[in-house]
């Protein structure tokens, strides 16, 4: 089945600065790929995907890449805010069973 | 608004006694998932039903079961509740279809002593 690696487990980081966060899949069929938030005492909530037609999405302040190649994709915040800080979730997805593969998490701090 | 309740933010349980979470969803969602996290290991699933009645098992559904009489309610039953099953529970529903995003409960802590 599909395993999904997620990197770094914690990241802090100053206010205004950049975070990027990477994960790595093992199923070369998945072909979806969101992210979800998780905020403190809340369920997770899907701020960004992409699919495997495309390398790139951006929303504002947050985008993210797609290599399947390598297969690896990778969430990247600009601008941080006080208000990124929560738990960052990625996962992938085939298609084939209505299922996501999550990572297992990044913890973002932002320092203000 | 899209909504999915849990029955219980916290729940004390004792080794050995039948644990009931319950989770409802508002939208008329056909799919509904049960995972368990834990800090590192993310979220893991534990089972999923697309229909009424219809379950499928996940990664992790040993000492578990689930039950959906009923569309937008879908429940997880630890049928003998051990130590190891403590954790955070979280309940998803979702469109049909596996690329349809997944509307998450705020979760039920479950501490079995």
């Known amino acids: 089945g599909e395993n999904v690696e997620q990197h770094p487990s914690t990241l802090s980081v100053q206010e205004g600065d950049s975070a990027v966060i990477k994960c790595t899949y093992s199923?070369?069929?998945?072909?979806?790929f969101p992210w979800y938030k998780q905020e403190l005492g809340k369920g997770p909530q899907l701020i960004i995907d992409?699919?495997?037609?495309?390398g790139e999405k951006k929303d504002q302040r947050i985008a993210v890449t797609l290599n399947k190649t390598a297969k690896h994709f990778s969430l990247h915040i600009t601008e941080t805010q006080p208000e990124d800080s929560a738990v960052y979730f990625c996962a992938a997805s085939n298609n084939a069973g209505n299922m996501l593969t999550f990572g297992g998490g990044t913890r973002l701090m932002v320092k203000p | 608004d899209v909504k999915v309740t849990q029955s219980s933010r916290y729940l004390v349980k004792r080794t050995g006694e039948k644990v009931f979470l319950e989770c409802v969803q508002d939208m008329d969602h056909e799919n509904m998932f049960w995972y368990r996290q834990d800090p590192g290991l993310g979220l893991r699933l534990i089972y999923f039903?697309?229909?009424?009645?219809?379950?499928e098992k996940g990664d992790i559904p040993e000492g578990y079961s689930v039950s959906r009489e009923k569309k937008e309610r879908f429940s997880l039953i630890l049928e003998s509740a051990s130590t190891n099953q403590t954790s955070m529970y979280l309940c998803a529903s979702s469109w049909a279809g596996s690329t349809d995003t997944q509307y998450f409960g705020p979760g039920t802590r479950l501490t079995v002593l």
């Open positions: 992409i699919r495997s037609n495309v």
């Open positions: 199923d070369s069929a998945s072909n979806y």
């Open positions: 039903s697309y229909d009424v009645k219809m379950k």
